[in-house]
DNA sequence: TCGAATTCCGACCGGTATTGTCTTATTTTA
DNA sequence: TAAAATAAGACAATACCGGTCGGAATTCGA
């Protein structure tokens, strides 16, 4: 499968949509209803997005959320993590893990490398490019990534 | 997340330690036992790999598997699906889904063409590699998929 | 010819993670 | 002050996955 979790689904669905209202805020009710997403889920969702310094929130009657910078500096990447976590492939991609084959695996690292890959793929596509629906011009492979954003 | 199912791990191990015992078969306890893999489980993962043909199963006294064509041949992306199915990063990726958001989603396209390179990712590494565990020297992206091979 | 080793196949169980709901508190604006 | 919104945590439902079990069918060797 491979999958990702469908809060990463959402939060990809939620920050392409904030990245086309621009500067003006959403709430998350709004963004709930208009693509058929439980709201109390989306919220908790957007909440996390924030605390993660990718969604900038505002409390109040007139509240919401827009993104903290421009949709070019931040990667799909930065999203998936921000929802579930460091992406490993499997359970020995982190190196204090607790795993039955870790002693006798055979194919720990070339799976390493392989996560690398995964991760330059999804850290080169940038939430601009998910708005604009169109692929970036093609990088050499690991010339640029949006997820090595320079400053905070 | 986006972890490898163990199933998928456990099928890896095995691709690797057939690739490095060439024309010898070995059998589902041989493999379970030298890495600590529950035996009927292993049984399963190869016969599920059989079925697909990657591998060549012989039953009786003397049985065991082995690869059914070089392991120049396989890629780790051939594994995987044989094991968890399709490849899909989402819901959506397969053409005939069920998901809830189909109509309204709008990041469908962007994701399965992040799915795609995934795929590359997975295809460009082959068993062989594996079994070498040495990098394959780089190739021009896209340009060579062990996943396509030209024959069964 | 018989028995042991092995692949083959399906059903089933249990734990864990994920999804989704509910409730409450807090902040802000009109 | 009331309404709308975020913030946060507890909890139920469920789906999935790892693992187990039992019973065939096949092959080899004694």
Known sequence: MLRFSKKADYA???MKHLALRGDQAASAREIAEQYGIPVELMAKVLQRLARR???VSHQGTR???KLS????????ADVIQAI????TVTACSTQDDQCEQYATCNVRDPLWRIKERILTALGTCTIAELASDAP???HPPGT???TWHPSA
């Not at 910078?69 to 799909?76: E, T």
């Not at 579930?84 to 992406?87: A, F, L, M, S, T």
């Open 84 to 87: 579930d976590g460091p992406v």
């Open 69 to 76: 910078r421009s949709p070019r500096l931040m990667s799909v």
């Open 136 to 138: 970036e011009p093609v």
């Open 53 to 55: 310094d990718l969604l």
């Open 12 to 14: 990809l669905i939620a």
């Open 63 to 65: 509240g919401g959320y």
């Open 144 to 146: 640029q990534s949006a």
